[in-house]
C-alpha cells in the first residue's frame, strides 16, 4: 500500500476547491457549484492548472484530436500497455464541484503519491482528461472517450452547435490550437487496464456508511432528439381542428411515450430533460417543437426492444405534425472486469475502508473503455446522493480515502 500512504489530503482537496473556482456558480440557495463547459475559456483554464501541476508532479503531457488530455507516470518497462486512470473535467451547466474533476485529479494525486513514495512500476500509468463527457453543451456526452474507443471519429461530431450556433469542430480546433505548445499524440490506444474514479451520484454509499462502492456495471443509455414540425397560425383566429400545433403534438407524443417506458419494477429511466419551441410566441400556433429523450435500462434487451419503439410510439400518437427522430448516443450496458473490481475491492480492504459492491445508474467515460481493456469504477459517497446539482459534495476525508484506494488499484494493475 506503498502509494496509498502517500496520498496527501490538504493538497488534494486544496486543487480540487481551486478547480471549483473556475466556473463557480451558486445554487438556490447559494451552494457552491460549477458551471464549466467543455471548450470553454474555463475549460481552457482548468485544462492549463491541470497541465502546472503535471509538471510540477514530474508527468509528461499530451493531447489527442479528440483534445483528451493524458499525464503520463513512466514505466519500468516504458513499452509496457500503460495502465490509465482519470475521467472529465466539464460540468453539468448547473453542476457541482466533484462530478469528473474528482477522478481526473485523484489520478494526479495517486500517480504523484505513488511518485512520491519512491515506486517504481513496471507499466506507464497515464492519468486522462476525457473530453465533453456531460454533453451540456455539445450533445451527446463521452465525445471524447468515443474517439478513443475508435466508435466515432472527432469529425463526426464537428457539424454538432452549442446554444450559440457555435460549432464543436470549431470549439475543438480554437483548444486544439491554444494548445500547440502540447505534444500530440495518436488518437486511441491499448490501455492494459482502465479504472475511473467518481462520486456515487446516488445515496446507497452514504447510506450504508460505507466508504467504497466497487462498481459492477453501468446501464446502457440512449439518446434521441425529436423534432416534430407543423404550420404556424394566428392564436386568435385558427380553428383548433385546422391547426397543424407542433406543441400539442409533441405533448401527445411524450404521453404516448411515458405509456411506452412505464415500469412497475422502476428499474427503467425514462426523461424528457430539454424542449425547445418556435416560434415560442405566446398568440402564434408553434410550427416547432423538439423534445430530448434520455433512456436508460441495465438489459440490453430492454435497452433494444423499447428504444426502437421510440419513432413508431411517437409516430402513431401525432396528430398532422412532421416527425423526425435523431439518435445522437447508444451506450450498450457494461459489465466491468473481475480482475480490475478485484484490484479495487483488496485495495480497499487493506486500508480498512468499508465498501460494496454498486452499479451505475449514470453512465461514463469508463462504459467506452470497456470493448478496450479490463476496465472498473471506484464510487466514493456523496451528501444525500445529490450531483448534477450545486449542493453536490463529498468530505475532504471521503475524497482523499477514495483516491488512496485508486493509488493502490493502480500500484498493483501496474505491477502486473
Ligand atoms: C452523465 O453525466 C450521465 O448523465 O449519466
Ligand atoms: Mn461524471
Ligand atoms: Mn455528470
Ligand atoms: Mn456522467
Redesign the pocket.
Given at each position: 500500500m506503498g502509494g496509498a500512504a502517500s496520498v496527501q489530503e490538504s493538497r488534494h482537496w486544496d486543487r480540487l476547491m481551486a478547480m471549483a473556482a473556475l466556473g463557480a456558480i451558486r445554487g438556490a440557495d447559494g451552494e457552491p457549484g460549477v458551471n464549466r463547459a467543455c471548450l470553454t475559456e474555463l475549460d481552457r483554464a482548468a485544462r492549463r492548472l491541470l497541465i502546472g501541476w503535471a509538471g510540477e508532479a514530474g508527468l509528461t503531457v499530451s493531447v489527442d484530436a479528440a483534445a483528451n488530455l493524458f499525464l503520463r507516470h513512466e514505466g519500468t518497462d516504458p513499452d509496457a500497455a500503460p495502465v490509465l486512470t482519470g475521467s472529465h473535467m466539464d460540468s453539468q451547466p448547473n453542476g457541482g464541484r466533484f462530478d469528473g474533476i474528482w477522478g481526473v485529479l485523484a489520478g494526479l494525486e495517486a500517480v504523484q503519491a505513488i511518485r512520491e513514495a519512491g515506486i517504481a512500476t513496471k507499466r506507464p500509468i497515464e492519468v486522462v482528461a476525457w473530453t465533453n463527457?456531460?454533453g451540456g453543451r455539445f450533445a451527446p456526452?463521452c465525445m471524447g472517450s468515443m474517439s478513443y474507443n475508435g466508435c466515432k471519429r472527432p469529425e463526426d461530431f464537428a457539424a454538432v452547435t452549442d446554444a450559440e450556433g457555435i460549432t464543436f469542430g470549431d470549439a475543438l480546433r480554437a483548444l486544439l490550437e491554444s494548445e500547440a505548445d502540447i505534444a500530440r499524440r495518436p488518437l486511441g490506444g491499448k490501455p492494459f487496464a482502465y479504472v475511473e474514479a467518481h462520486i456515487e451520484q446516488g445515496p446507497v454509499l452514504e447510506r450504508e456508511g460505507l466508504d467504497i462502492g466497487v462498481v459492477t456495471g453501468i446501464q446502457g443509455s440512449r439518446w434521441f432528439t425529436v423534432t416534430i414540425t407543423g404550420e404556424t397560425a394566428h392564436a386568435g383566429t385558427a380553428p383548433l381542428g385546422l391547426r397543424r400545433d407542433a406543441v400539442q403534438d409533441m405533448v401527445r407524443a411524450i404521453e404516448a411515450l411515458n405509456r411506452l417506458m412505464a415500469d412497475p419494477a422502476d428499474i427503467l429511466r425514462f426523461t424528457v430533460g430539454r424542449v425547445e419551441v418556435g416560434p415560442n410566441s405566446s398568440n402564434t400556433v408553434a410550427d416547432r417543437a423538439v423534445f430530448s429523450i434520455d433512456f436508460r435500462h441495465p438489459d440490453a434487451g430492454v435497452l433494444t426492444e423499447r428504444g426502437d419503439a421510440i419513432e413508431p410510439t411517437i409516430r402513431a400518437a401525432v396528430r398532422n405534425c412532421d416527425v423526425h427522430v435523431l439518435e445522437r448516443f447508444h451506450a450498450l450496458p457494461a459489465v466491468f472486469d473481475p480482475m480490475v473490481r478485484e484490484a479495487v475491492s483488496r485495495a480497499a480492504s487493506g486500508l480498512g475502508y468499508g465498501q460494496r459492491d454498486i452499479a451505475s445508474g449514470?453512465?461514463h467515460d469508463a462504459q467506452f473503455m470497456v470493448p478496450l481493456c479490463p476496465t472498473g469504477m471506484i464510487f466514493i459517497p456523496c451528501r444525500k446522493g445529490i450531483s448534477h446539482n450545486p449542493a453536490e459534495y463529498s468530505s475532504p476525508e471521503q475524497v482523499a480515502k477514495g483516491t488512496r484506494v485508486l493509488a493502490a488499484t493502480l500500484e498493483e494493475l501496474a505491477a502486473r
Amino acid at each position: 500500500m506503498g502509494g496509498a500512504a502517500s496520498v496527501q489530503e490538504s493538497r488534494h482537496w486544496d486543487r480540487l476547491m481551486a478547480m471549483a473556482a473556475l466556473g463557480a456558480i451558486r445554487g438556490a440557495d447559494g451552494e457552491p457549484g460549477v458551471n464549466r463547459a467543455c471548450l470553454t475559456e474555463l475549460d481552457r483554464a482548468a485544462r492549463r492548472l491541470l497541465i502546472g501541476w503535471a509538471g510540477e508532479a514530474g508527468l509528461t503531457v499530451s493531447v489527442d484530436a479528440a483534445a483528451n488530455l493524458f499525464l503520463r507516470h513512466e514505466g519500468t518497462d516504458p513499452d509496457a500497455a500503460p495502465v490509465l486512470t482519470g475521467s472529465h473535467m466539464d460540468s453539468q451547466p448547473n453542476g457541482g464541484r466533484f462530478d469528473g474533476i474528482w477522478g481526473v485529479l485523484a489520478g494526479l494525486e495517486a500517480v504523484q503519491a505513488i511518485r512520491e513514495a519512491g515506486i517504481a512500476t513496471k507499466r506507464p500509468i497515464e492519468v486522462v482528461a476525457w473530453t465533453n463527457e456531460e454533453g451540456g453543451r455539445f450533445a451527446p456526452g463521452c465525445m471524447g472517450s468515443m474517439s478513443y474507443n475508435g466508435c466515432k471519429r472527432p469529425e463526426d461530431f464537428a457539424a454538432v452547435t452549442d446554444a450559440e450556433g457555435i460549432t464543436f469542430g470549431d470549439a475543438l480546433r480554437a483548444l486544439l490550437e491554444s494548445e500547440a505548445d502540447i505534444a500530440r499524440r495518436p488518437l486511441g490506444g491499448k490501455p492494459f487496464a482502465y479504472v475511473e474514479a467518481h462520486i456515487e451520484q446516488g445515496p446507497v454509499l452514504e447510506r450504508e456508511g460505507l466508504d467504497i462502492g466497487v462498481v459492477t456495471g453501468i446501464q446502457g443509455s440512449r439518446w434521441f432528439t425529436v423534432t416534430i414540425t407543423g404550420e404556424t397560425a394566428h392564436a386568435g383566429t385558427a380553428p383548433l381542428g385546422l391547426r397543424r400545433d407542433a406543441v400539442q403534438d409533441m405533448v401527445r407524443a411524450i404521453e404516448a411515450l411515458n405509456r411506452l417506458m412505464a415500469d412497475p419494477a422502476d428499474i427503467l429511466r425514462f426523461t424528457v430533460g430539454r424542449v425547445e419551441v418556435g416560434p415560442n410566441s405566446s398568440n402564434t400556433v408553434a410550427d416547432r417543437a423538439v423534445f430530448s429523450i434520455d433512456f436508460r435500462h441495465p438489459d440490453a434487451g430492454v435497452l433494444t426492444e423499447r428504444g426502437d419503439a421510440i419513432e413508431p410510439t411517437i409516430r402513431a400518437a401525432v396528430r398532422n405534425c412532421d416527425v423526425h427522430v435523431l439518435e445522437r448516443f447508444h451506450a450498450l450496458p457494461a459489465v466491468f472486469d473481475p480482475m480490475v473490481r478485484e484490484a479495487v475491492s483488496r485495495a480497499a480492504s487493506g486500508l480498512g475502508y468499508g465498501q460494496r459492491d454498486i452499479a451505475s445508474g449514470a453512465f461514463h467515460d469508463a462504459q467506452f473503455m470497456v470493448p478496450l481493456c479490463p476496465t472498473g469504477m471506484i464510487f466514493i459517497p456523496c451528501r444525500k446522493g445529490i450531483s448534477h446539482n450545486p449542493a453536490e459534495y463529498s468530505s475532504p476525508e471521503q475524497v482523499a480515502k477514495g483516491t488512496r484506494v485508486l493509488a493502490a488499484t493502480l500500484e498493483e494493475l501496474a505491477a502486473r
